[in-house]
Nanobody
Framework: QARLVESGGGSVPAGGSLRLSCVASGYTDSAYRDRCWNWFRQVSGKERERVASINSGGIISYVDSVKGRFTISKDNAKRTLFLQMNSLKPEDTGMYYC??????????????????WGQGTQVTVSS
């Protein structure tokens, strides 16, 4: 079965940076490459929010609150998804999850509500 493992979370002061990674195992080259990859985050008591996504053609989207500060990227050969987070704010605090679309070749990643999920990595930004 496919497995997604996030890492890179931690505690940083406001204005700091973190780089999250998501290593995927159990995927062939085509199975990894030909789908949307996403980062979500969740704060206790609130619904999970899609932060960033990249589709099979390399088209990237971000939630408005992180535009200009976060960068999503992936290395298909390494089966690894990244989220570079700069200029972090306290409101960025939350559990960050890697998520793979269950459907291949989707153009609009936000249209999917069916994902494979990692276990999450905690990001805490102090004032």
């Amino acid at each position: 079965q496919a497995r997604l493992v996030e890492s890179g979370g931690g505690s940083v002061p406001a204005g700091g940076s973190l780089r999250l990674s998501c290593v995927a195992s159990g995927y062939t080259d085509s199975a990894y490459r030909d789908r949307c990859w996403n980062w979500f985050r969740q704060v206790s008591g609130k619904e999970r929010e899609r932060v960033a996504s990249i589709n099979s053609g390399g088209i990237i989207s971000y939630v408005d609150s992180v535009k200009g500060r976060f960068t999503i990227s992936k290395d298909n050969a390494k089966r690894t998804l990244f989220l570079q987070m700069n200029s972090l704010k306290p409101e960025d605090t939350g559990m960050y999850y890697c998520a793979a679309d269950r459907v291949h070749w989707r153009v609009d990643c936000s249209a999917s509500e069916d994902h494979y999920w990692g276990q999450g990595t905690q990001v805490t930004v102090s004032s």
